[in-house]
């Protein structure tokens, strides 16, 4: 099945190249610029699994947060479509919600309300997860300057949404973990 993967990326603009140049045996890099995004998760689990990494095992479940986000914003779904509490699937993991405790003004009853929704959920375990694993100051510095602008449009016209108590609470919420973890 890698293996397929892998050969679809053949006539690929992007990675053909690799492909045509690694045919066979190819270094670990070029492995993970062809295998599609999910496969490097997993692989990333095996791997967590393999060197018994305790801090590779959890990421790996950040990781599947962040790919479910990923696929739902890459096929264009509608992803703030329901914001009612009560829709996770699985509990938030343990780091995020710590870091969360640390935003003043984000009591545990709201945290525990907002991050029972799954989209809201995803969303903050993303934020979280790029804090963690991204090192390049260039890329948090980009990511900073778009996040304060999405936090800046999320309430540029709050008043449209001020008979709407979850979307308000929602955005305000999400604009407290922004606004906490990537300040201008």
Not at 65 to 73: D, H, L, S, V
Not at 92 to 104: G, H, N, P, Q, T
Not at 163 to 175: P, R, S, T, V, Y
């Amino acid at each position: 099945m890698i293996k397929r993967e892998i050969e679809r990326n053949k006539n690929s603009i992007y990675c053909g190249d690799l492909f045509k140049k690694y045919p066979e045996h190819f270094p670990m890099w070029v492995f993970l610029e062809m295998i599609p995004f999910g496969r490097m998760v997993s692989f990333y689990k095996f791997c967590g699994e393999r060197y018994h990494s305790d801090i590779m095992r959890d990421r790996h479940f950040l990781l599947k947060t962040c790919k479910e986000i990923r696929n739902a914003a890459a096929h264009s779904s509608c992803i703030l479509n329901e914001l009612r509490p009560g829709s996770k699937m699985y509990n938030s993991r343990y780091s995020v919600m710590k870091e969360l405790a640390k935003i003043e003004g984000i009591s545990k009853a709201v945290r525990t309300k907002r991050m029972s929704n799954a989209r809201v959920q995803q969303i903050v375990t993303l934020l979280y997860t790029h804090n963690q694993i991204v090192t390049s100051s260039g890329v948090h510095k980009e990511a900073r300057v778009l996040l304060q602008k999405f936090s800046e449009r999320m309430v540029k016209n709050i008043h449209y949404y001020e008979k709407n108590d979850l979307i308000m609470a929602n955005f305000c919420f999400l604009k407290m973990v922004i606004d906490s973890w990537y300040e201008a």
